[in-house]
């Protein structure tokens, strides 16, 4: 075990060393890091083409006086190890003991929390902006990734930084990478700023109005320091543009970026290729084996992806057997939208995939180029619902996002089947968008369930009296447990009904129930606010009906563990049942 | 009045006339033009510099196999007089029968409804990549204007089309103005192209890896034609970037590009500067009066706007009076609420004031950096509410945007003193992003009803019993006027109660009303999904209250008359007061 990182106690112990004692350091972060994240998991590609570049500026500038602001942020490690935090890197008992992204809450060397990518520009240009209103003079920093560029926040921001004037230092961290291969015609010039060591004619920083400097060899501590020093206390934003390796030093993970990227926990690499045979059925398979189908009969499906892959199981396989039926947009989610609504619109059938919570940069575009114009693309929602994970990632406001939407047809399958035969419908139906939410569980059930000429018909799985189950996708096996509960108990049976549709509401269907049922009970995987069991209770407000809603609170889950929420918000069969218990007892 | 436009039924009428005629066609449709939009009002600068391009493109393509995307498509007049809509130009009567956008469901020649900026490339590439698929050929024309280039989702667009490859024609349409004076660094390379004929060394589209011509007088026929006859089937995407003059042959509109960018029916410009003294006390007078003095007083006060200005009441004269505390970040919405963000988290005090509708392109970050963050930042949104208005531009949806988000407080002022109090309180406190919903009408109150010491109370107006209302906004209207008729009708003295507070619930409050209240009636001005009413139901939903909720359909109205909907929606207090007695006696 090295010697120095153990005596890094604060920055300031980092801006004391020589320049052979930063490169001793370099090596031993790296270790630690290959170490740590083959045991907790983690990004571990970004985080080790980025050691020398965060070892070099915790050297030249002096925060937290100065301000540093990470994009996306998964490449912060080694931030975190020179700020206090290298326990959870150094010794196995605190593995896991901080957040994969930066984090105020957990020191002041951290200013935001982040997770989303593009937006460390503008934060930056904001506390740029506030220290100029404040007559202060420190550095402002922003760390921006090569993929994180195709966001359109991160044109805005370097737009605006430009204007706004004043010292900002963007560092562009460049490895040639996004998650996947980057998309996207700036790359081209990138490729030509690196092959020129940063001196072509054209170059897409310079157009913008900003300053530029580039350090071909990213890796080189050297190098990186004689760079920061040269543009510290500069009085005008400028790019310094880095050209990195991501998965540096790793010798597997420099060869195979993609899979590098975010590994997951106690990883070994020999293994991971025969592993991936046994893990479970799960949707992203069940997709891709419908998709290679479909496209393959027919020439005009395309799946869009916005520079997120691996989430919604787009593996890099299975899009090159796409061929021109995939397109990758970079991490554009506002672009893919409407770029599907395009693709609809000239007659094709676009599949746009996508992550619930990267769904939510694309809200306008659902509401204007989806919604409004009744463009007939199908999007499928990945990742929504109940996840233990951390916030920034949080998959809980899909709901809110596209079921509040005029136009838009959102469909929540409880089974593989149901699943199947909407995301079937709505490919070849032109009529409207339709967004599918994927749900969290594969489960079995009829064939028939969804009826393709009724897309607003939900499914009767039981039918009871006195209380009625609305589950929302995969919820519908808490529905049967806690049904089983309430029947042995009680002896009440219950009608389950799986809610098929949450943009409409089968109104025959609820109306009948008010005849012999006297309580509804709704569950959802997500947040109840602007959800689905609201507008259950809003449709029966005037009515005697009693109607308990099940889902979350309008809070942010930070990595807590599915089990201690699930209790909190009464998300198990025992908690329902009693619930239900105590309110018949008191009507 | 010229006879060519006469003429024309359709744009192969266009593609047959000579050089000259479609000089003589340029002088009517600009004689239409003003004659008319000074009479209905609308986008008159943009349409008038863009009389000569709509006219060299219907020249040059053969629409409607060749497609064309308009970007916000408010420079479109011309082409609806080309394809078949000149009768609202040229005949008094039918002044006003088509919409100021792109619409399909006026013409075919209309691909999409477009309102927001920065669309139109995504757009095309969609249409684009849907022709390759399906092999045909025809040519896919994307119109863009220099303000819209400021938005991200252009810029995403413009980054995937130079990869997608393929005929892609991106008419960018400079005029060297936003809806105000453009803001970004971009700019000044925009300016070093117009200076050097497009023939200077940086470019942006360049840099993007896109092709690139450049037509200096954009208003000359005889240019754009020769123009777009070379780039007319090419294989491969190009930028044709024209200069053009915003508001060109009407002398007063050139010179006030801002003033003439939207204009309101029966308009006189020599009236227009003492006419603005007699209009009725606005929010936005309200509000730039207030942060006049605010701002003189404490220098960290800074106000953001994303572009358009105009909307939320920041006059050339009130930017101007700001100096340094003001900031137009350019149509970038994202960029200016992370922006926002990163200037609380720098000590900064943020005011970013931004239009309902165009908040939408902001719901990750309202999300992500403004609470999860907790960035204490503060939002006003105007325009949110009930308006006639073309449906692109509908403020409906910004309580399911900000009062779904957790860590955002939102308040919904009912009068003038309340919004004051409330924005005091924010600018200064530094806890918590704070969402005003600013009302839409200014009506008076006490000086008391929000107590910053606890801003999640509520208003008690009057307290009655038996029925409640709970009214967002200035809506509080609505509920004195049907509980008037309760009273006067039927003897009840209803409770009437302001929401201030629509992120949480006055849960004392609303506990209290289960002792003597059985009818709660919830008023919003806004639509009812994932809104404020439904959250009110489900509060309930396991009591015996009832919950009547009050606001719009999930629909997106299309310059529908307030009276017309309102009556549908039963927002009237005759229909309110009906529904009540209606309930009331079944029950």
Redesign the interface.
Known sequence: MGGILQRIQSPADVRRLSLSQLNELADEVRAALIRTVVVTGGHLGPNLGFVEATIALHHVFGFPTD?I?FDVSHQCYTHKMLTGRKRAFLDESHYGEFTGFTN?NESEYD??????TS?SV?????????????GARHNVIAVLGDGSL???????????????GGNLIVVFNDNDMSIAPN????Y??LAELRASNGAC????F?????DYRYVENGNSVEALVAAFEQVRDIDHPIVVHIHTTKGKGYEWAERNPEAAHMIPPMFDPKASASAAKEVPLTYQQITRDYLSKKMAKD??V?VVNAGAPSGVGLTPEFRASCG??F?D??I?E??AA???????????K?VFMVMATFA??A???F???L???RSPATVLIFGAGFYDID??HAGT?DV??T?????ITCLAPATRQEYLSMLDWSIDQSERPVVIRVPEKVLSGSDHAFNPKRPGGWHVVERGKGIAFLSLGSTVELAHRASSLLHERDGISASIIEALNYSSFDEPLLDSLLGDHDMVVTLEAG????GF???V??Y?????M????YGGK???LDRVPTEEFFKIYHFTPEDIAADIEA?LAQM
């Open positions: 301000k602001v105020p200013l935001f929390r982040a997770g989303h937006q503008s934060l930056a240009c904001g506390l740029a902006k506030a220290r100029d209103l404040q195709s966001g359109g926040e991160a044109f805005e921001g370097l737009d605006n930084a430009a204007e706004l998309s996207g015609g700036v081209a010039n004619e054209q170059n897409f310079r157009a913008l109005g900003l020439k005009s395309v021109a039926q397109v947009t970079g554009t506002q672009h409407a770029f599907s609504a395009g693709l609809a619109r000239g007659g094709a676009p939510q940069r809200f306008d575009q509401v204007q180029e919604g409004l114009n916030a920034t406001f809110v996002l079921g509040n939407v005029p136009g947040i109840l606010c602007g069991g609201e507008k209770a809003r029966f407000g005037k009515t005697p009693r109607v308990l809603c309008k809070e942010f309110l």
